[in-house]
């Protein structure tokens, strides 16, 4: 079968090399699946140029790419709650990724049914981005009726996140570029805040969650606006020592995530509030709530631009320069 690998670390060029390797065989709790859509997201360009090796070390050559969608054509002996046929989903497991492939082999925990108003290519924009989500807000213990700010909310988590914590009974407040204002507000937002035109620490106060999507500077003034024992989770800030934990990496790695993230520690204690950072991992019960969730709202994710398989280097470099305006996909058809 062709899969696309990972066979270098390389900061400054990115290029999967194409290749034949045998189709793999499955273990009693994992499923064979065809694949028909792959989504391509920043994590791929930031495993090839090694960033996320001291969380997950791949050994090469690696068959690249985190996010699948696809037809069962094997099931293993222990696998009860899909069929041969069934169209899946899912974000593969942290340890044996590998969707840029005509067939990948994957756990069955991971996976959900895929919505049935979703076409393939636009299912493959659900796993990822849906499970950053539903994991920040587990790990916030977020409950209905409490406040959540999601910062730029505009962009491809926003669109997400926004209608996934509505269902949850949170309220919702974003900020983002004024442009996209009512596309935003009709996903549910209950206000929304023109970042180039307002400064929400001027308008906000006793939030009870932030989900952080643009790290940075930005990520000490969400803290500005929480309410004392809030809690913050950022996607693109620091990883912490309780990451480290969390992610049951060895001793020395949450010792170094600890010194790496004390900053944002020290400054969530002067808040009063709590710092969290999560990488994103598979989760097939979620994803199904998830499925679920959308079914009802038949939300539609945005697609910037689909590729074929073979032409997984472009949509890789697109995903790293170009300015997307939704998910870039690849298609096995
Ligand atoms: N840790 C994890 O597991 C994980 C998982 C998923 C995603 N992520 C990360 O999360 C980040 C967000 O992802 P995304 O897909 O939502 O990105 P995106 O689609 O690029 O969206 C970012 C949005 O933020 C807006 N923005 C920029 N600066 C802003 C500011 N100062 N205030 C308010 N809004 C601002 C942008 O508006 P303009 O168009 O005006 O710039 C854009 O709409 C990415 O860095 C991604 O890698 C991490």
Redesign the pocket.
């Known amino acids: 079968m062709k899969v696309a690998q990972h066979t270098t670390y390389n900061k400054n060029k990115i290029a999967l090399n194409l290749t034949e390797i045998a189709k793999p065989a499955i273990k009693p709790n994992q499923v064979l699946v065809k694949v028909t859509a792959a989504g391509v997201n920043?994590?791929d360009n930031m495993i090839s140029r090694g960033e996320v090796k001291l969380i997950v070390p791949y050994k090469l050559p690696q068959t690249a790419g985190n996010e699948v969608v696809g037809l069962i054509e094997e099931i293993g002996s222990n696998v009860t709650k899909f069929g041969i046929g069934d169209r899946v989903f899912g974000r593969l497991p942290l340890d044996s990724i590998g969707a840029f492939a005509e067939y990948v082999v994957v756990d069955s925990a991971a996976l959900a049914q895929v919505p049935t108003y979703l076409t393939d290519v636009e299912a493959a924009a659900v796993p990822?981005?849906a499970l950053?989500i539903m994991q920040a807000l587990s790990l916030m213990g977020a409950e209905a009726g409490k406040t959540i700010f999601i910062?730029?909310g505009?962009?491809?988590?926003?669109g997400m996140a926004i209608p996934i914590a509505k269902a949850k009974g949170l309220t919702v407040i974003t900020?983002?570029?004024g442009a996209?204002a009512e596309r935003v507000l009709a996903l549910g937002a209950d206000r929304f805040i023109d970042?180039k035109k307002e400064d929400y620490t001027d308008l906000l106060s006793n939030v009870d969650y932030v989900l952080d999507?643009?790290g940075g500077a930005?990520t000490e003034k969400q803290m500005s606006i929480m309410k004392k024992g809030g809690q913050l989770v950022s996607?693109?800030a620091m990883p912490n020592g309780e990451f480290a934990k969390r992610m049951n990496l060895p001793k020395w790695k949450q010792f170094l995530f600890g010194m790496v993230g004390r900053k944002f520690d020290k400054m969530a204690k002067t808040y009063g509030v709590h710092y969290n950072f999560?990488?994103?991992e598979s989760n097939g019960q979620q994803l199904q709530e998830v499925a679920d969730i959308f079914s009802k709202l038949e939300i539609k994710p945005s697609i910037d631009t689909v590729y074929p398989f073979e032409e997984v280097n472009v949509a890789l470099d697109k995903v790293a320069n170009g300015r997307?305006r939704g998910k870039t996909v690849l298609s096995f058809k």
């Open positions: 920043p994590l990822l981005t950053t910062s730029g505009t962009g491809g988590v926003g900020n983002g570029d996209n970042y999507t643009l930005e996607l693109r999560i990488f994103v997307s």
